[in-house]
């Protein structure tokens, strides 16, 4: 079946540095990949997405590009900060039926001022 | 905007009771979801439905978890004759199902079995 296979953590980093947690996955279809964030307490956001091939997504100055060749989709920020700090999860989405969420098993990530 | 609503936030039982958690998804959502994660690990799927039709059940949803979603609205899931591998953070979340939507996740339901 689908699944996905994280960096393992926890990673700790100082703040302005630059993340990188790498993420691949296995499917037999073209999922739609995710990153989703939960911050201490919370439940998961979004984080971003993309849906095919090539696409590049962004938000709140992270991005991963979906790299259909390497069956890769690992997250970046240029430069972290202290409120960055929470459990990061890549995640895949099969387009067919229920469209149900595939999990990696999540990376701490830490960020020390 | 009123995201996913789900009660109660914390439970603790004696292994063997029965457990019902709840779930008001986002209102214009179709598509209802029930996630399990287990402490270090990433969510498992469990259930789907779409409206009031449960569509989807993982194997990990054995013979004691049932669920509803009646009219299509909120949905609760029970687990009967709790055991210790019971003991997880139990979440919910909804979609709207046209084109591809992204899941919106509650807080979820930590369960602890005494």
Redesign the interface.
Known sequence: GDSVTQMEGPVTLSEEAFLTINCTYTATGYPSLFWYVQYPGEGLQLLLKATKADDKGSNKGFEATYRKETTSFHLEKGSVQVSDSAVYFCALSDLQGAQKLVFGQGTRLTINP | DTG?SQDPRHKITKRGQNVTFRCDPISEHN?L?W?RQTL??????LT?FQNEAQ??KSRLLSDRFSAERPKGSFSTLEIQRTEQGDSAMY?C?S?F?VG?Q???????TRLSIL
């Open positions: 996913v598509r979801y996630y270090g690990q990433g969510p498992e799927f789907y569509l989807e979440l979340a979609s199902g591809e992204p899941q919106h996740f509650g807080d979820g």
